[in-house]
């Protein structure tokens, strides 16, 4: 994913710019709040349904390029307003939980059943304008409520963009494989106050659908904020690396790990983090990891304080591996700078008391440095938002062609994670940069094979084909005759993909797929 490429250059940035950006207002317009659809169906039990239009439509604008406010953010803001977790503000008072936290725009919603269908609407506020778009109608079977609540995201993100060109087909393809029990289950999981319940709906999830990236994560927190250590790390593990959940999942492993003094498979869970994340709490937590093996962790420990020095911990830290290596004034110097942040530290005063001498250490006396046990999904989510809209910064100094290839690369990176709709944001970039650029057409015409379009997958395959032939486009090409039951086309195409690449283990195993079918190539 694109963090990869930048995190080595970003940690200052993270901490330091993008707050003080997000501040000012500077995300583009694109901050945005997506509330609980209130129930209409007047049967309290399909409650779950009005949260789960919020985490779909969330998740899917996030993926177009939105900073959306997470669940915890929007129930802050509740607190902050002394409103009630699940209270359904009015027009009013939905406006100032969008002003407190700063969103542009708030996307608010309600359904009906009837007679089987789920029936909703979404309306699109416009904080700063005070204007509500018209009723975004929509209806389908409980059955397939993903597919409704795909549909209503995707009109969503074109009514705050008319020029948005991401298909609604892909929107749909990117939950076409969670099942509806396990999705229930899920959003039941994470809104339920009784963390037994919580549990208990979350492993029916899993349950369900093994695959299901959410509910394995959320099942991982549940148990860890359950102090079930071992099953949170066990969990925590079956989250794919290559996941966007990746890096929450191994925060929360490595917490687990640690506190079954697995210091060694702590510190591995938190540089995974921190080699494509450096947040400071995460940066932190590797060197103190580093620390209780008796490794030398004052560099990664400084590295957090620089990112953020406000935080009194982080000298704290400092200070306790400064005195193990014998340095003790500058030891003194980070105990002194917590104790400004924070007087009432007492572990600081003891520790600033006997590195100045004024205090003789109590009998045994061995400081340690402290875990942070917190993850920011809210400086997460920021900051991956603040460094695409660098790199897209950086992309628009580009000549067209040169932007279109770096777009393409990042699509075909997101492709393969699975990302469709981030890949197709990418791939339509890139065509709107260079419309003649083979790989942004191929990319595109991928998606649209993924999300079952095969009509647009073979145009934009053959448009590849025409702007330059490749071994990957004529077999996108082979697979779609292949389904479309046109053997000989098929077979062309595999035959025009072995003269470009004869030992293409792709290519030959299309050939033998053909020949068991009787089909010859040319």
């Known amino acids: 994913m694109r963090l990869v490429w930048w995190f080595r250059s970003v940690l200052v940035l993270l901490v330091f710019v993008v707050p003080a950006l997000r501040a000012q207002g500077d995300a583009g317009g694109r901050v945005l709040l997506v509330l609980p659809f209130d129930n209409r169906s007047g049967q309290a039990n399909l409650d779950w349904v009005g949260e789960s239009f919020a985490e779909t439509i969330d998740q899917r604008l996030s993926s177009a390029g939105y ?41 608010v919603g309600r359904f009906n059943l009837v007679n089987g269908n789920v029936e909703a609407e979404a309306q699109v506020i416009q904080v700063n304008q005070l204007r509500m778009s018209q009723p975004l109608k929509e209806s389908n079977s409980l059955q397939r409520l993903l597919d409704l609540e795909n549909s209503i995201a995707w009109r969503c993100a074109r009514e705050i963009d008319p020029h948005f060109s991401v298909a609604v087909s892909t929107f749909q393809a990117a939950s076409q494989n969670i099942r509806l029990d396990a999705y229930e289950n899920y ?93 400071p709490e995460v940066v932190n937590d590797q060197g103190v990891a580093q620390a209780r093996q008796k490794k030398d962790g004052t560099a990664l420990l400084q590295r957090a304080s620089i990112a953020d020095p406000q935080d009194p911990d982080y000298h704290y830290n400092i200070a306790v591996s400064l005195r193990r290596r014998g340095n003790l004034p500058q030891a003194r110097a980070e105990a002194d700078q917590a104790l400004k942040l924070r007087p009432q530290d007492q572990e600081a005063k003891l520790l600033d008391g006997v590195l100045a001498g004024t205090t003789p250490p109590p009998p045994g006396y061995d400081p340690q440095e ?38 393409a690369q990042s699509g075909q990176e997101y492709l393969n994670n699975g990302l469709l709709l981030e890949a ?74 072995l003269r470009m690449e004869p030992n293409n283990a792709a290519a030959l195993a299309m050939r033998q797929a053909l020949q068991s079918r009787g089909q010859a190539l040319p």
Do not use: C, W
């Open 424 to 497: 197709e944001r990418e791939f339509q970039q890139a065509i709107a940069a260079d419309p003649r650029s083979p790989d942004a057409h191929l990319g595109l015409a991928l998606v649209r094979e993924r999300s079952s379009n095969a009509a647009e997958a073979r145009a934009e395959a053959q448009q590849s084909v025409s702007l330059k032939p490749t071994v990957a486009a004529y077999l996108l090409l082979a697979r779609l005759d292949m389904q479309a039951n046109q053997l000989p086309a098929s077979a062309q195409d595999t035959a025009n993909a």
């Open 67 to 107: 900073l959306t406010i997470s669940r915890a953010d929007r129930d802050y803001a509740l607190d902050h307003l002394g409103l009630p977790v699940g209270f359904r503000p009015s027009r009013a008072t939905t406006l100032r939980i969008a002003q407190t936290l700063d969103a542009e725009y708030v996307v």
């Open 370 to 407: 402290r875990i942070r046990r917190t993850y920011s999904e809210a400086g997460v989510r920021q900051a991956a938002f603040q460094l695409d809209q660098m790199r897209e910064a950086k992309n628009e100094s580009l000549p067209p062609a040169a932007r279109a290839i770096t777009l």
């Open 187 to 279: 959003i039941r999981g994470i809104v339920a106050q009784s963390p037994d319940e919580r549990i208990k709906r979350l492993k029916a999830a899993v349950a369900a659908q093994p695959n299901y990236t959410a509910a394995v994560l959320a099942l991982g927190r549940a148990q860890y904020a359950a102090r079930d250590y071992d099953a949170a790390a066990a969990t925590l593990a079956k989250v794919p690396a290559t996941d966007p959940a990746a890096l929450e999942a191994n925060f929360y492993r490595g917490l687990s790990r640690f506190n079954y003094a697995k210091y060694a498979e702590a510190e591995a869970a938190f540089a995974f983090v921190a080699n494509r994340l450096p947040l």
